[in-house]
């Protein structure tokens, strides 16, 4: 039983402000088919609960907090960082990654389908891809009137 540090706590309080957490365990116990993790939060003034009575957002948030929170210079990948999460929550989600990013020096790579996760990246961070005959192409949303989009093999 392991319990979240005040970094990783703070990261899901600013994207979930209207959940205060006193603190957030996770329970890892193990099972015949492996280890299997448990989170359980305690709300400020609240009983503690558990993963199992989590909103789905809430819990993507929790395990998203207590997987990347602490990384110092490493590269993330989140595939479709909006699933589960009401537009407002995604657009506080993507901003605390950027500060995180800042701040940890990590390189955080989201794939979305999410026009609030697009319009809160800068557009010199976006790039769209784009499936059509010939494959994908790679869109830059800058300078597109300028040049050729470039082609992307798709693996």
Known sequence: MRPLNASQIQFAK????S?????VVDLNRLTRRGKRQLLFATQEDGPRYSELHMAAGELSVLRLS????QLRAALVLIDEVETGLHPWVQKLLMLQLQQLALRNNLQIIVTSHSPVVLNSVP??????????DGGVTMLHPQGLGHRQPEPVAVV
Request: aromatic share 8%; proline share 4%.
């Open 19 to 23: 959940l205060r957490y006193s603190d």
């Open 14 to 17: 600013n994207v979930l402000p």
């Open 66 to 69: 207590l997987e990347i929170a």
């Open 123 to 132: 557009a010199r961070g976006s790039i769209f891809l784009k499936r059509g």
